[in-house]
């Protein structure tokens, strides 16, 4: 079940970012640059802001009656283009089709919104980068971003083109 986040979620949204940030960037990221990121990216004041923009969307995915995993996406955040900025499941989560779900459930509000593409960062070395292959993502770029405190995310820019075959 996807359920729309509203500010009584963000103390959710934190635990379920902190549990599966530990999980996903474990073998990839010192531990520092992890907390610093989930303090900078998850703090209540930048999600408080992120639900204040309409364009943004938050959303929960709730399994079994618990909450497993959440999204978080933009509107027109380039011209016709939806920015999915946030997609995480708690290691007991994945692998039971959770991520291909809450992506199609992006992709169709994207079209709803008549976004024309869809795109997403990931790090370099996060496996994920194969699940977005294989649901219809392309690299389309890379970058390394500067988010301070010494520390950079060293990106693969990749997009869902959506069009009338593919949705």
Do not use: C
Request: charged fraction near 25%; proline fraction near 2%; avoid cysteine.
């Amino acid at each position: 079940m996807i359920i729309k986040a509203t500010e009584k979620d963000i103390p959710t949204i934190q635990d379920l970012a902190k549990r599966s940030w530990n999980f996903a960037y474990a073998n990839i990221l010192q531990q520092e640059q992890i907390d610093y990121m989930l303090d900078l990216m998850y703090s209540d004041d930048a999600i408080g802001i992120q639900l204040e923009n309409p364009n943004f969307q938050y959303y929960l995915i709730k399994e079994d009656g618990l909450f497993s995993g959440f999204i978080g996406f933009e509107f027109h955040q380039e011209p016709e283009t939806t920015k999915l900025h946030r997609i995480y499941f708690l290691r007991e989560a994945q692998g039971k089709g959770l991520g291909k779900e809450a992506l199609e459930f992006v992709i169709n509000e994207a079209k709803k919104a008549n976004d024309i593409r869809v795109t997403l960062t990931v790090n370099k070395n996060n496996q994920a980068q194969n699940f977005y292959r294989s649901q219809g993502f392309k690299i389309y770029d890379e970058a390394i971003f500067d988010i301070g405190n010494g520390y950079v995310m060293d990106d693969y820019l990749m997009e869902y083109i959506i069009n009338k075959n593919n949705v």
